[in-house]
T-cell receptor, first 113, second 117 residues
Framework: TQLLEQSPQFLSIQEGENLTVYCNSS?????LQWYRQEPGEGPVLLVT?????EVKKLKRLTFQFGDARKDSSLHITAAQTGDTGLYLC?????????????FGQGTILTVHP | GAGVSQSPSNKVTEKGKDVELRCDPI?????LYWYRQSLGQGLEFLIY????????KSGLPSDRFSAERTGGSVSTLTIQRTQQEDSAVYLC???????????????FGAGTRLSVL
């Protein structure tokens, strides 16, 4: 069974600060996704990373996939109150996994004004 | 439809009753996934459909859980003899392409919040 360890579980910061969320596994994933989920809604895809060492930027968000494709990170620069939410990493083992996702436990981010 | 639709949005039931949860995927999406989101457990995969067949049922927690999909569209997740530990948010996702995740973008519904008293 593949597991994804996501940390920290909770993050409370002031507007303008930077933060990093980590997602680690002992297993190799063919690709990894990051989602954001608002209360009462389903997760919404932010990015997919597929190549070891890949870095993707989405405005103030930077996503990195580890060289060995076992870990990933999400870095937010100059956080804003609108960034508040639940962030989830999810991995796909590829092969015959049919695209089913293994999710991390999630990080609840609160950005205070 | 415009997005994945799930119904009901909330369901309260008594222990021992059966419940049915419905998912309407995005029109034309052949792949459909059910996940369960509960406190302390995160999001867990339950079952995957490609068309009307379910090649992966490995996440169903017990034989009280079953799912079907008809016409390659609507899917129903049925939980028989519900238990309190079944309380969770049940999420459905659909995708136009299964397999390699780079092309497999899963679109999630808002979920059904199930509370078993």
């Amino acid at each position: 069974t593949q597991l994804l360890e996501q940390s920290p579980q909770f993050l409370s910061i002031q507007e303008g600060e930077n933060l990093t969320v980590y997602c680690n596994s002992s297993s190799v994933f063919s690709s990894l996704q990051w989602y954001r989920q608002e209360p009462g809604e389903g997760p919404v895809l932010l990015v997919t990373v597929v190549t070891g060492g890949e870095v993707k930027k989405l405005k103030r968000l930077t996503f990195q996939f580890g060289d060995a494709r076992k870990d990933s990170s999400l870095h937010i620069t100059a956080a804003q109150t609108g960034d508040t939410g639940l962030y989830l990493c999810a991995g796909n083992a590829g092969g015959t996994s049919y695209g089913k996702l293994t999710f991390g436990q999630g990080t609840i981010l609160t950005v205070h004004p | 439809g415009a997005g994945v639709s799930q119904s009901p949005s909330n369901k309260v039931t008594e222990k021992g009753k059966d419940v049915e949860l419905r998912c309407d995927p995005i029109s034309g999406h052949t792949a459909l996934y059910w996940y369960r989101q509960s406190l302390g457990q995160g999001l867990e995969f339950l079952i995957y459909f490609q068309g009307n067949s379910a090649p992966d049922k490995s996440g169903l927690p017990s034989d009280r859980f079953s799912a079907e999909r008809t016409g390659g569209s609507v899917s129903t997740l049925t939980i028989q003899r519900t238990q309190q530990e079944d309380s969770a948010v049940y999420l459905c996702a659909s995708s136009s392409v299964a397999g390699r995740l780079a092309k497999n973008i899963q679109y999630f519904g808002a979920g059904t919040r199930l509370s078993v008293l």
